[in-house]
T-cell receptor, first 115, second 113 residues
Framework: DTAVSQTPKYLVTQMGNDKSIKCEQN?????MYWYKQDSKKFLKIMFS???????INETVPNRFSPKSPDKAHLNLHINSLELGDSAVYFC??????????????FGPGTRLLVL | GDSVTQMEGPVTLSEEAFLTINCTYT??????LFWYVQYPGEGLQLLLK?????DKGSNKGFEATYRKETTSFHLEKGSVQVSDSAVYFC????????????FGQGTRLTINP
């Protein structure tokens, strides 16, 4: 009965590779997000989609490309991985109608290590 | 832009001690305020929230009150347990623009038996 799930949980790869992280939510939410947590635990928004439409795109390198095939899924593709991309990536989802009052529910995270 | 400042960690306490983790924010109007908790090796869980001034959020013995006059949302618990050891994040969602959580830097809490 996982609400927000991510795969894989761990990802170890070499510099220069391309990788994808998948996220799925079964909460019926309209909005999904990607956050990045760095080595100092600091969390920052990367992207947000509402009903498959991109609504937030923070200053993220264009090597990162989100894709939302439907409103229950939001994937993150990363090209040409760099050492600095090593982090924990969290997917989250929320309802749209309540706007800024809505709670965002987080997945378990994907721990990416670039060697 | 919107921002959140939390007290520096790490914080180490003995079991049954009183806990306060300070959080202040800068934002336009009345943002929604949240406390999330991250247990070791896990994702973020909502601990509590408040969406308007003077609201008190509470859960699992933790409380925080939305104070507009001091732009604060301090987290408190009367008697901590070893199982409360985690990283705690204060966050807000602003009233303007898209719904994005703006996080504080996190406070690592360790409770010793």
């Amino acid at each position: 009965d996982t609400a927000v799930s991510q795969t894989p949980k761990y990802l170890v790869t070499q510099m220069g590779n391309d990788k994808s992280i998948k996220c799925e939510q079964n909460l019926g939410h309209d909005t999904m997000y990607w956050y990045k947590q760095d080595s100092k635990k600091f969390l920052k928004i990367m992207f947000s989609y509402n009903n498959k439409e991109l609504i937030i795109n923070e200053t993220v390198p264009n090597r990162f490309s989100p894709k939302s095939p439907d409103k229950a899924h939001l994937n993150l593709h990363i090209n040409s991985l760099e050492l600095g991309d090593s982090a924990v990536y969290f997917c989250a989802s929320s309802q749209a109608p309540g706007g800024y009052r809505e709670t965002q529910y987080f997945g378990p995270g994907t721990r990416l290590l670039v060697l | 832009g919107d921002s959140v400042t939390q007290m520096e960690g790490p914080v180490t306490l003995s079991e049954e001690a009183f806990l306060t983790i300070n959080c202040t924010y800068t934002a336009t109007g009345y943002p929604s305020l949240f406390w999330y908790v991250q247990y070791p090796g896990e994702g973020l869980q909502l601990l509590l929230k408040a969406t308007k001034a003077d609201d008190k959020g509470s859960n699992k013995g933790f409380e925080a009150t939305y104070r507009k006059e001091t732009t604060s949302f301090h987290l408190e618990k009367g008697s901590v347990q070893v199982s409360d050891s985690a990283v705690y994040f204060c966050a807000l969602i602003g009233i303007q623009g898209a719904q994005k959580l703006v996080f504080g830097q996190g406070t690592r809490l360790t409770i010793n038996p």
